[in-house]
């Protein structure tokens, strides 16, 4: 039973629900570096796969529920905020780093139920809730942000970042080394002034 319980899935708990977000997140694949996250307006490609409600998703975000959406193997470019998706996609995905898998159930109200998006052919019937496994592949800043302004000197950094260290390294050795050579120094002229005041009280002395 033991042996048993170790090989069961462990499902991910999800993330405590925000109501102004709207939407509920439950994160699959965490990633060590976040420091690349989604920003509304930002440009970004996502592989995604879309079901029908999100009730029995185990911890691999298979769900046995119905399919009702697909990348169909290539990834999807969007701007976050242009609608070129659901509302609730957009919102569950912000605040996402790069590399990042996210299950996002959205409500009717967000999803395909939204008051200002026309569906003709909604692939789920009225008031459904649905669920999309997300995972951000690649995010370009939006223009003008300061994240666009920064993003070439990010890449300078990342394609460089063995000359820079050792840059940063040389340049503590150097330091340390004139800190070193520069106190020496100090105590070497406090000592000469110290013997110099010495040898001018000794004259003084014979003078008397």
């Excluded at 991910?12 to 439950?26: A, K, R, S, T």
């Excluded at 569950?92 to 008051?115: A, N, W």
């Excluded at 520069?182 to 002229?189: I, L, P, S, Y």
Aim: hydrophobic share 40%.
């Amino acid at each position: 039973a033991d042996a048993a319980d170790e090989d069961a899935p462990v499902i991910p708990e999800p993330e405590p629900f925000d109501p102004e977000l709207g939407v509920q997140i439950m994160i699959l694949d965490r990633v060590e570096d976040c420091s690349v996250r989604v920003a509304d307006g930002d440009i970004i490609q996502i592989r995604h796969n879309g079901f029908y409600d999100n009730q029995q998703i185990d911890s691999d975000g298979q769900s046995l529920k119905q399919q009702i959406d697909s990348d169909g193997g290539k990834p999807l470019r969007l701007q976050i905020g242009a609608r070129n998706v659901l509302e609730g996609m957009e919102r569950g995905m912000l605040g996402q780093c790069l590399g990042e898998t996210r299950i996002i159930t959205i409500p009717p109200e967000l999803g395909f139920d939204h008051p200002e998006m026309n569906f003709k052919n909604k692939p789920v019937p009225d008031g459904s809730t649905v669920a999309y496994k997300i995972k951000v592949v690649d995010i370009a800043p939006r223009p003008g942000s300061l994240s666009f302004a920064l993003a070439p000197v990010r890449e300078v950094l990342e394609a460089n970042i063995i000359t820079i260290t050792l840059i940063v390294i040389m340049a503590g050795i150097w330091y340390l080394f004139n800190s070193q050579a520069e106190a020496a120094e100090k105590k070497k002229r406090r000592k000469s002034a110290v013997n110099t005041i010495k040898r001018a009280q000794k004259k003084g002395k014979k003078s008397d």
